[in-house]
């Protein structure tokens, strides 16, 4: 006969537990996740790395024997780049459906759990918004010599760039970049610098993502500076950034891991992601 002690073993539950890879920021969503095993009893252990490109390497170089069960990107290329090589799975209808079809991958491998959009952030003291270009080409004309800022060496910057050599191809991309260069622009190491750049008298214009502004102003209501998406219609200087998610094909909890997928997309994290 079995060992009662051994039987009672066997039979207790196990506390279920995901190990996640983030490329957002623990300061971001960290609590959204303590939260989540408040409400679920699912403990996630995360791994935090402000170098999504580095935690992508990761996975790739771990393949099956990786231990994580979702990749969590700040942006939504590297996700691609994982779902090329095999190491996302498929997520259920249920998922893919409450986001837009443009904010998820074609073969259902990640969704996007909140984005941001990129702009220029300008000095409506010494520019009309109805002066600024109408496209994102247009910011290469001569008129704006020495009066831009931009960041090479940022995230969002790269992506877009990498956006652009899709949108217009290697040649056209490369051929506008020298032309902005030719208009010696300001390099800064972020976005926040710009929109504090253009505040100042520094810059004119700078090229960053919508949300620097909102919350520089919110620490300085007298920030003299606003943002502008350009008036043409589906213009590429108009992109939203993603960030998203996808569950590893190695994980081994995948019901637990779509369980997290859905809490990110739920109205009460949304609206948080919105919000703070």
Avoid at 101 to 111: L, S
Avoid at 230 to 239: E, K, R, V
Wanted: positive net charge; without cysteine; charged residues 25%.
């Amino acid at each position: 006969t079995a060992d009662p002690k051994t039987e009672k073993a066997v039979a207790a539950p196990q506390s279920e537990k995901l190990v996640l890879y983030s490329g957002r920021s623990q300061v971001l969503v960290e609590g959204i996740l303590k939260d989540f095993t408040a409400e679920t009893g699912i403990e996630v252990e995360t791994r935090f790395d402000k170098s999504t490109q580095a935690l992508a390497n990761r996975l790739a170089s771990e393949g099956a024997k990786t231990d994580a069960d979702l990749f969590f990107a700040q942006d939504s290329g590297y996700l691609g780049a994982l779902s090329a090589k095999g190491l996302l799975k498929k997520l259920p209808a249920d998922i893919l459906g409450t986001v837009p079809t443009h904010n998820q991958a074609p073969e259902g491998h990640w969704v996007a759990t909140s984005g941001r959009a990129r702009v220029l952030v300008f000095d409506p003291q010494k520019v009309k918004a109805e002066e600024l270009p109408k496209s994102l080409q247009g910011l290469a004309d001569a008129r704006w010599k020495g009066q831009l800022g931009w960041a090479p060496s940022n995230a969002s910057f790269q992506a877009h760039v990498s956006a652009l050599r899709h949108l217009w191809g290697e040649t056209k991309t490369e051929a506008w970049l020298k032309s902005i260069q030719e208009l010696e622009p300001k390099t800064y190491p972020k976005n926040s610098p710009q929109v504090k750049a253009v505040s100042n008298g520094e810059i004119t214009i700078g090229w960053v993502n919508h949300y620097y502004l909102h919350k520089l102003r919110a620490a300085n209501p007298e920030l003299k500076a606003a943002n502008y998406s350009f008036a043409q219609d589906g213009d590429a200087g108009n992109l939203m950034m993603l960030s998203g998610i996808g569950i590893t094909s190695a994980s081994k909890n995948t019901a637990a891991a779509e369980k997290l997928v859905r809490y990110l997309l739920s109205e009460k994290v949304q609206t948080r992601f919105t919000q703070e």
